[in-house]
Nanobody, 123 residues
Framework: QVQLVESGGGLVQAGGSLRLSCAASGRTFSSYAMGWFRQAPGKEREFVAAISWSGVDKYYADSVKGRFTISRDNAKLTVSLQMNSLKPEDTAVYYC????????????????WGQGTQVTVSS
C-alpha cells in the first residue's frame, strides 16, 4: 500500500512558477514509478509527467515539455513537479499517482492516487 499526499498548489500569474510535491508513505516507494496527472473542469484527466522508480527515465506530455520537470527523492519518499512559464491552460487539479514497475502515461495503469492539489494560473 502507498498513500500519497500532494502539496504546493496555489494561484499564480501567467509566466510564473510553482513546485508541487507529493509525499508518499510505504517502505517500497523506491520500487514504484510515479506520475503526475491533471484534470481541468469539464475535461478528462490527462497525463502530465512520469518518472521511473530509479529516476532515470522521465516522460512528459507535449504540452508541458520544456516547462515542467519531474524529479524524485527516494530517500525522502517524495516526487516533485517543477512548473515554470505557467499558462492559464495549465489550470487544473493536479494529482500524483504510483504504480509498480515501469512508468507509463495511461492513468488507468496507476494503482494509487493522491487527493489532488489545485493550480490556478491567471492571465
Amino acid at each position: 500500500q502507498v498513500q500519497l499526499v500532494e502539496s504546493g498548489g496555489g494561484l499564480v500569474q501567467a509566466g510564473g512558477s510553482l513546485r508541487l510535491s507529493c509525499a508518499a508513505s510505504g517502505r517500497t516507494f523506491s520500487s514504484y514509478a510515479m506520475g503526475w496527472f491533471r484534470q481541468a473542469p469539464g475535461k478528462e484527466r490527462e497525463f502530465v509527467a512520469a518518472i521511473s522508480w530509479s529516476g532515470v527515465d522521465k516522460y512528459y506530455a507535449d504540452s508541458v515539455k520544456g516547462r515542467f520537470t519531474i524529479s524524485r527523492d527516494n530517500a525522502k519518499l517524495t516526487v516533485s513537479l517543477q512548473m515554470n512559464s505557467l499558462k492559464p491552460e495549465d489550470t487544473a487539479v493536479y494529482y500524483c499517482a504510483a504504480r509498480r514497475y515501469e512508468a507509463v502515461i495511461m492513468s488507468t495503469e496507476y494503482d494509487y492516487w493522491g487527493q489532488g492539489t489545485q493550480v490556478t494560473v491567471s492571465s
